[in-house]
Structures are given as structure tokens and as C-alpha cells.
């Protein structure tokens, strides 16, 4: 068991380029969502999903695209990364069931240049 | 918007108890409060919620209010390495809302 876990760990990308950050929980949750952290800043909701085929919008989610076609997987994509989205990216889910915690994974850090 | 209001830091000495303040004077009644940290550049990790009565398990103990409109949450015995931000969240327990973050508190333990 996992838990929440978040590739790559790490990524540097330049202005204009694309990529996906992935993200994938093995404890069949039902919620999923995707979080930002700027320094010394809190989290912001980016988007979220409440099931598979199911996806809403957070408070930013200018400039992201999620997708959510299984129940493990919930993938972030930046269409055109832009020096605003460096940041530290987190991934998190929990059961609907029991809906008490979160589970966070450990961060992807992305710089843009 | 978060629907909370936190100190935005406070200190305490290693092994008194932290007592983390919030307000949340709309909370409404099926909304429960969450409290969770956040350690360095971790990911936050969950503590403890509640809706109307106390709650305590290992970590901590959650005192809410009988108006329901602030809590704290106490760290018994606190240590160093409960340095961190606390995070004070409300949010339905439908599992259909995101959990919103605020700015939280920044807890600072000192030997």
C-alpha cells in the first residue's frame, strides 16, 4: 500500500513547453485533487474530481487541465508553462465513505524558466 | 475564500501544551472542522476533526465551542518536531467539497 504518489519528485521546464504531472493512489478513493503551494504561501485548490469521469475547478485552475478516466489515477497537465506556475505541486484523495483525512503525496517541486 | 480565521504564528516551550486558536463564526451544520499540519515542505498531514463535541486521539485534542463557532486545537505535551503550520478547515462531510486552505498558523516550538 502506497498511499498518494506523486511523479516526478522534481521538474525544471522552460516557458511554452507542455508536460503532465502524475499522480496515483492505490487505496481506491474516490476524491482526488490537486493543490499548489507558492513560498511561504498556504495551498490553493487547483482542480479536483469526486470520481472517475467526474472533474470540477478550483480556485486557480487557469492554465491546467486535469482528467480523471480511472479511479487511481487523476494526471495535472500544464498546456503552456509559464514562470507563474513554478511552484510546488500536491497531489492528495480520500474515501468518500469514511471522508475523515486526506492523504497528501510529497510534492512535485516545478520550476519554469 | 477559506471560511476560517488563525493567528498567523504563535510560540511555545517544549513540553507545555499549544493551544491553536480558529474561529469560524459561519460554520454551518453539517460542516465538521478539520484540523491538519504542515511540516517544512511536507505534504499537510491530517489531525483530527469534529463536528460539535470533543474529539482526542493520539495527536491532539480538538475543543470546539457549543456555538460551534471557534475551536482549538491543543498539542498536549509539545515537542520540536511539532513545529509546523496548522491548518483549520471546515468543510461538509458530503465528500463532494474540496478542503479550501487558509493561511493557517505557524507554530513554533522552543527548546
Known amino acids: 500500500n502506497a498511499g498518494v504518489t506523486q511523479t516526478p519528485k522534481f521538474q525544471v521546464l522552460k516557458t511554452g513547453q507542455s508536460m503532465t504531472l502524475q499522480c496515483a493512489q492505490d487505496?481506491?478513493?474516490?476524491?482526488m485533487s490537486w493543490y499548489r503551494q507558492d513560498p511561504g504561501m498556504g495551498l490553493r485548490l487547483i482542480h479536483y474530481s469526486v470520481g472517475a469521469g467526474i472533474t470540477d475547478q478550483g480556485e486557480v485552475p487557469n492554465g491546467y487541465n486535469v482528467s480523471r478516466s480511472t479511479t487511481e489515477d487523476f494526471p495535472l497537465r500544464l498546456l503552456s508553462a509559464a514562470p507563474s506556475q513554478t511552484s510546488v505541486y500536491f497531489c492528495?484523495?480520500?474515501?468518500?465513505?469514511?471522508?475523515?483525512?486526506?492523504?497528501f503525496g510529497s510534492g512535485t517541486q516545478l520550476s519554469v524558466l | 475564500d477559506a471560511k476560517t480565521t488563525q493567528p498567523p504564528s504563535m510560540d511555545c516551550a517544549e513540553g507545555r501544551a499549544a493551544n491553536l486558536p480558529c474561529n469560524h463564526s459561519?460554520?454551518?451544520?453539517?460542516?465538521?472542522v478539520y484540523w491538519y499540519r504542515q511540516i517544512h515542505s511536507q505534504g499537510p498531514q491530517y489531525i483530527i476533526h469534529?463536528?460539535?463535541n470533543n474529539e482526542t486521539n493520539e495527536m491532539a485534542s480538538l475543543i470546539i465551542t457549543e456555538d460551534r463557532k471557534s475551536s482549538t486545537l491543543i498539542l498536549p505535551h509539545a515537542t520540536l518536531r511539532d513545529t509546523a503550520v496548522y491548518y483549520c478547515?471546515?468543510?461538509?462531510?458530503?465528500?463532494?467539497?474540496?478542503?479550501?486552505f487558509g493561511k493557517g498558523t505557524r507554530l513554533s516550538v522552543i527548546a
Open positions: 492528495a484523495s480520500s474515501s468518500r465513505q469514511t471522508n475523515e483525512k486526506l492523504f
Open positions: 469534529g463536528l460539535k
Open positions: 487505496m481506491n478513493h474516490e476524491y
Open positions: 459561519t460554520i454551518s451544520g453539517n460542516e465538521y
Open positions: 478547515i471546515v468543510r461538509d462531510y458530503s465528500g463532494n467539497t474540496p478542503l479550501v
